[in-house]
């Protein structure tokens, strides 16, 4: 199995620290889409990663569908329900915590332009969907059901990867102030070895 990927993405870390925990045999190919000479192209059209070519050949890319495919391999932990239904509330937490990043992201990306060329309305608008995202997963983690539970769900290494993220970048510094349970459950996954060693250099 091979992962094609970056060492920064948070999307590819999404998916390196599943294989990690179950635990799969995988081989790591660090192709930055944006970087002269990348082959990502060859693996999505989009020219987006993460990519997976599974042992068949057969390649998979965006993170939720390599997830799902990762899930159906049936390799223990299982990070989802088995029951369809019941995993649906998992991965809309999922889709949470990854919108969280991608907006964390465009903001990045915007504050490597030129300041002249910024656009503020957009950044604003980014922000307050980080913002609005980091207060959803904290009450979500403040519950401990989808979130932040005593067994790790997609929900919570998507999560984790996403306040990885902003420590990263240092997209909004203090996203911590007023988000104790975030904090807690940062603190718990970063402690894993499946995230120590896909901490980003």
């Known amino acids: 199995m091979k992962l094609i990927g970056s060492y ?15 635990g799969i045999v995988f081989e790591f190919v660090n192709d930055p889409p944006y970087e002269p000479g990348s ?6 059209p989009l020219g987006k990663v993460p990519a997976l070519v599974a042992d ?12 799902e495919y990762l899930e159906l391999l049936a390799c223990a932990p299982a990070f989802l329900p088995i029951d369809r239904h019941a995993a649906l509330p998992v991965r809309q937490v999922e889709a949470l915590a990854d919108g969280v990043t991608e907006a964390a992201s465009a903001l990045f990306r915007e504050s490597q332009r030129p300041a002249e060329k910024q656009d503020e309305s957009w950044v604003l608008r980014q922000r307050e969907k980080v913002l609005h995202g980091l207060d959803a997963l904290e009450a979500l983690a403040q519950e401990k059901k989808l979130l932040n539970a005593e067994q790790i769900t997609l929900a919570d290494i998507a999560t984790g990867c996403a306040l990885g993220y902003l420590n990263l970048r240092r997209i ?10 975030l904090v807690k459950l940062a603190e718990r996954l970063f402690a894993r070895e499946s995230f120590a060693r896909t901490m980003p250099p």
């Open 172 to 181: 909004i510094p203090n996203w911590c102030v007023g988000r104790p349970e």
């Open 8 to 22: 920064t993405s948070p999307f590819v870390r999404k998916i390196s620290v599943m294989l990690l925990e179950k």
């Open 39 to 44: 082959r990502v192209v060859e693996y999505n």
């Open 56 to 67: 068949d050949g057969e390649v998979f890319y965006d993170s939720r569908v390599i997830a």
